[in-house]
Each structure stands twice: as structure tokens, then as C-alpha cells.
């Protein structure tokens, strides 16, 4: 193909949902080194009521409908996770195959388990037919892959991993005093086992040293619940962050704690880490492939609040461990999770499978997936395109093109 990839990217509205997925997605669509594809981003879903949520799809829906039946992309890229999300996205995956257009589904969904155990047998062959329809899956790991072909063992799997940019230098002050935990707020996250650890050791830990919660969630359940422990004076609820304002906070950070119950590979994780930023989290899911427990990081299993309140005091005490984890953390999410490295992976898993559908490879996506799939035509009669490469945003964002 003498020009880029022309990818139509579908994902939640950037202006005003947050959460890891978005941030996968925005990573995306501000990275300026894309060589081999043009990215189009499209929001389908938004916060608000049902019915918001119904109309803004509809919306997107149609837009989506023209434009792939006017041919103007060559590959769709959808941005997946469970409930509302896996639903919409199984209608543009089905649109997809329809009309000959290769798909991608991209899985961020820490909740997808149990979306998935409460579904009935024939709910569950509806997600069986959907990923198996895909012309790839793209996971965050081994063992989510594993988890995937459980339900659909024909899938055409990848794993990808998140990923993200790393600072030029390590920033990670000897002086930061905040523990702080990043993300939506509540049981799923960890959030009150967090408090439990802090209140266990409020009278050992040294005083200046302060909790900070940023994000959404259950607010006022955790305010409440910190004052029952007697650690509200420790407590700086910060809401969601971002810019300069999460720079500031980022900076006066000591250690990093996501305690979850269900997670995929978790956003937070890797930017705190690839600062510098020692991790205390659980050993669930992904996570156990970027903290190695006692080298990277620290792991507990869920709910384990004595092994977090002792981490938290044996980081908090002793500078010469902190400074080694903070170091090897950040060597590895620069070696094994860059964007530069995840985007030149994702170039390549377009190109074998544009080249695949256009019928220009003899081995197609058989060599890139786990299962063959038939292969399709996309469609070849659209206008010339910016050889230039990068990324444009729909008006949905209110992002600028990049």
C-alpha cells in the first residue's frame, strides 16, 4: 500500500469520560510518531442517563455507517470492555464483517468476568459468535488471552500490552511524602482496604506523610469511612486529576497503591512506574507481568490488608529501597511497555491484516492470529489520503488533529 492505513478508531468520548481505556486511547491520538497509519478517532458512548448514552451512539452509529460505506477506511480499531460497552461495539463489529472491512477489538474490560458469568447460555454464545467474528483480538496478556479462549477457542488472538511514555529523566524525589492512588474509587479498586492499612499503622507512620485519592467513585463512602478510622486528617481527596495539576501531585509522590479486586492491565500502574514511582498492587489479572514481586514492585493478594499496611510502613522507612525499586520499575516498563514499541507492534498487526483482506498475502492473518479466519476485501475505491501519517480526531472529542 503506497500510503498510510487509513484506521477508524471507536472508543468513549475523551472530553468527558474518564478511565483507563480513554487514556489508552488518547495515548494514541497525541503520539506523533506514526508511521504507517492515520488514525480517525470516533466516540461512540458518553457519560449520562440511558437514554444520552442511546442517542449519543445513534449518532455516532450513523456517522460510522457512511463512512464505511463510502470506503473511506481500511481497517475499524474498537476500543472494548463489558456491559454497554461489548454491546455496542458487537454491532460495528458485525457492520464490519458485513461489509467486508476488517475489524479489531481492542479488550480493556476489568470487569468482563462477571459481566460474563451472569449471562446465559445463549447470551454466551452471542459473545462467542462476536469474538470469534473479529478479525483479531488484541488483549493485554497471557492471561487474559487464556481467559478469552475460554469463550471462544476459534478467536484470533494477540496480546498487546498497554502502554506508555516515560519522562527522558527519572523523576522521583527522596523528599515526596504522598501515598496516593490513582483511579475510580470504591471496592473494586481497593479503596477501603487501603484505608483499613492506613488507619493499622496511623501511629507509626510518620506524620507529614499524607494519603491522596484521585478520582471518582464512592466519594463520600470513603470520606465517611476515613472518619470512622480516625484518619481524615491524612486524607486529601483529590478528584480527578490531570495536566499540570497531576504533574504537581506526581512529583510529591512516594509510592503508588492500587490494592484492586478485578483489573486489566492497569494505566496507572505503568505511568507511575515508568516515572520512577514505587508500586504496591495486587496479584491479579496482568499484573503480575510488569511487578515482580520484591523486584519492580510489591505484590499482595486482594484483601490482604496486613501485608499492605506492613509494604506501606517498609517503603515509607527506607529510602535505599525505595530509590532501587523505583529504578528497576522504570527500566522495565521503558524496555517492555513504550508506546514507541506498542504502536510499531500495532502498525504491524494493521498492515498483515489490511494486506490480508486486499488478498496480497499468501499466509494472512493465519501467521498473526491464533486461528485463520476467511479472508475479505476491503473496499478500494477512495479517495487519495495525507501520506503524511498520524492522527485526526472526530468532533465528538473536541480534540484538535494531532
Given at each position: 500500500?503506497?500510503?498510510?492505513?487509513?484506521?477508524?478508531?471507536?472508543?468513549?468520548?475523551?472530553?468527558?469520560?474518564?478511565?483507563?481505556?480513554?487514556?489508552?486511547?488518547?495515548?494514541?491520538?497525541?503520539?506523533?510518531?506514526?508511521?504507517?497509519?492515520?488514525?480517525?478517532?470516533?466516540?461512540?458512548?458518553?457519560?449520562?442517563?440511558?437514554?444520552?448514552?442511546?442517542?449519543?451512539?445513534?449518532?455516532?452509529?450513523?456517522?460510522?455507517?457512511?463512512?464505511?460505506?463510502?470506503?473511506?477506511?481500511?481497517?475499524?480499531?474498537?476500543?472494548?470492555?463489558?456491559?454497554?460497552?461489548?454491546?455496542?461495539?458487537?454491532?460495528?463489529?458485525?457492520?464490519?464483517?458485513?461489509?467486508?472491512?476488517?475489524?479489531?477489538?481492542?479488550?480493556?474490560?476489568?470487569?468482563?468476568?462477571?459481566f460474563y458469568a451472569k449471562?446465559?447460555?445463549?447470551?454466551?454464545?452471542?459473545?462467542?459468535?462476536?469474538?470469534?467474528?473479529?478479525?483479531?483480538?488484541?488483549?493485554?496478556?497471557?492471561?487474559?488471552?487464556?481467559?478469552?479462549?475460554?469463550?471462544?477457542?476459534?478467536?484470533?488472538?494477540?496480546?498487546?500490552?498497554?502502554?506508555?511514555?516515560?519522562?527522558?529523566?527519572?523523576?522521583?524525589?527522596?523528599?515526596?511524602?504522598?501515598?496516593?492512588?490513582?483511579?475510580?474509587?470504591?471496592?473494586?479498586?481497593?479503596?477501603?482496604?487501603?484505608?483499613?492499612?492506613?488507619?493499622?499503622?496511623?501511629?507509626?507512620?510518620?506524620?507529614?506523610?499524607?494519603?491522596?485519592?484521585?478520582?471518582?467513585?464512592?466519594?463520600?463512602?470513603?470520606?465517611?469511612?476515613?472518619?470512622?478510622?480516625?484518619?481524615?486528617?491524612?486524607?486529601?481527596?483529590?478528584?480527578?486529576?490531570?495536566?499540570?495539576?497531576?504533574?504537581?501531585?506526581?512529583?510529591?509522590?512516594?509510592?503508588?497503591?492500587?490494592?484492586?479486586?478485578?483489573?486489566?492491565?492497569?494505566?496507572?500502574?505503568?505511568?507511575?512506574?515508568?516515572?520512577?514511582?514505587?508500586?504496591?498492587?495486587?496479584?491479579?489479572?496482568?499484573?503480575?507481568?510488569?511487578?515482580?514481586?520484591?523486584?519492580t514492585g510489591f505484590l499482595?493478594?486482594?484483601?490482604?490488608?496486613?501485608?499492605?499496611?506492613?509494604?506501606?510502613?517498609?517503603?515509607?522507612?527506607?529510602?535505599?529501597?525505595?530509590?532501587?525499586?523505583?529504578?528497576?520499575?522504570?527500566?522495565?516498563?521503558?524496555?517492555?511497555?513504550?508506546?514507541?514499541?506498542?504502536?510499531?507492534?500495532?502498525?504491524?498487526?494493521?498492515?498483515?491484516?489490511?494486506?490480508?483482506?486486499?488478498?496480497?498475502?499468501?499466509?494472512?492473518?493465519?501467521?498473526?492470529?491464533?486461528?485463520?479466519?476467511?479472508?475479505?476485501?476491503?473496499?478500494?475505491?477512495?479517495?487519495?489520503?495525507?501520506?503524511?501519517?498520524?492522527?485526526?480526531?472526530?468532533?465528538?472529542?473536541?480534540?484538535?488533529?494531532?
Amino acid at each position: 500500500m503506497g500510503r498510510p492505513m487509513r484506521v477508524l478508531m471507536c472508543g468513549s468520548d475523551i472530553g468527558h469520560v474518564q478511565g483507563g481505556m480513554v487514556a489508552v486511547a488518547q495515548n494514541y491520538l497525541q503520539y506523533d510518531g506514526w508511521k504507517k497509519a492515520e488514525i480517525t478517532y470516533l466516540a461512540t458512548h458518553t457519560e449520562g442517563s440511558r437514554g444520552r448514552k442511546a442517542f449519543f451512539f445513534a449518532g455516532a452509529g450513523l456517522k460510522f455507517v457512511f463512512w464505511i460505506l463510502c470506503g473511506r477506511y481500511d481497517l475499524v480499531h474498537l476500543h472494548v470492555s463489558e456491559r454497554g460497552s461489548f454491546y455496542r461495539k458487537a454491532l460495528l463489529t458485525q457492520l464490519c464483517r458485513r461489509l467486508h472491512v476488517p475489524v479489531v477489538l481492542h479488550h480493556h474490560g476489568a470487569e468482563f468476568e462477571d459481566f460474563y458469568a451472569k449471562m446465559s447460555a445463549r447470551q454466551k454464545g452471542y459473545v462467542k459468535r462476536i469474538l470469534e467474528a473479529a478479525d483479531c483480538n488484541l488483549v493485554l496478556s497471557e492471561f487474559l488471552r487464556d481467559q478469552l479462549l475460554k469463550k471462544a477457542p476459534a478467536a484470533k488472538t494477540i496480546v498487546l500490552h498497554n502502554a506508555v511514555e516515560t519522562p527522558a529523566e527519572r523523576d522521583y524525589r527522596p523528599t515526596a511524602r504522598r501515598i496516593v492512588m490513582l483511579g475510580r474509587q470504591g471496592w473494586r479498586k481497593g479503596s477501603f482496604d487501603l484505608l483499613e492499612a492506613v488507619a493499622a499503622i496511623d501511629k507509626e507512620l510518620p506524620e507529614d506523610i499524607k494519603l491522596w485519592m484521585c478520582g471518582d467513585g464512592d466519594v463520600e463512602k470513603i470520606r465517611r469511612r476515613a472518619c470512622q478510622l480516625g484518619i481524615s486528617g491524612r486524607l486529601t481527596y483529590a478528584g480527578w486529576i490531570s495536566g499540570e495539576e497531576k504533574e504537581q501531585c506526581l512529583a510529591e509522590t512516594m509510592i503508588h497503591v492500587l490494592p484492586s479486586y478485578r483489573e486489566g492491565l492497569p494505566m496507572s500502574i505503568l505511568e507511575t512506574m515508568g516515572r520512577g514511582i514505587p508500586n504496591i498492587s495486587t496479584r491479579i489479572a496482568s499484573i503480575p507481568e510488569v511487578i515482580r514481586d520484591g523486584e519492580t514492585g510489591f505484590l499482595l493478594n486482594p484483601g490482604d490488608v496486613e501485608r499492605l499496611a506492613r509494604l506501606l510502613l517498609l517503603l515509607a522507612g527506607d529510602w535505599g529501597l525505595r530509590d532501587r525499586i523505583s529504578r528497576e520499575g522504570r527500566q522495565v516498563v521503558m524496555e517492555d511497555f513504550s508506546l514507541k514499541k506498542n504502536i510499531a507492534e500495532l502498525e504491524e498487526i494493521y498492515e498483515r491484516l489490511v494486506t490480508d483482506a486486499l488478498g496480497r498475502s499468501p499466509t494472512g492473518a493465519d501467521t498473526l492470529c491464533s486461528e485463520k479466519d476467511t479472508p475479505v476485501a476491503v473496499h478500494k475505491d477512495v479517495p487519495p489520503a495525507d501520506t503524511s501519517g498520524g492522527a485526526v480526531c472526530d468532533e465528538h472529542t473536541g480534540q484538535q488533529p494531532v
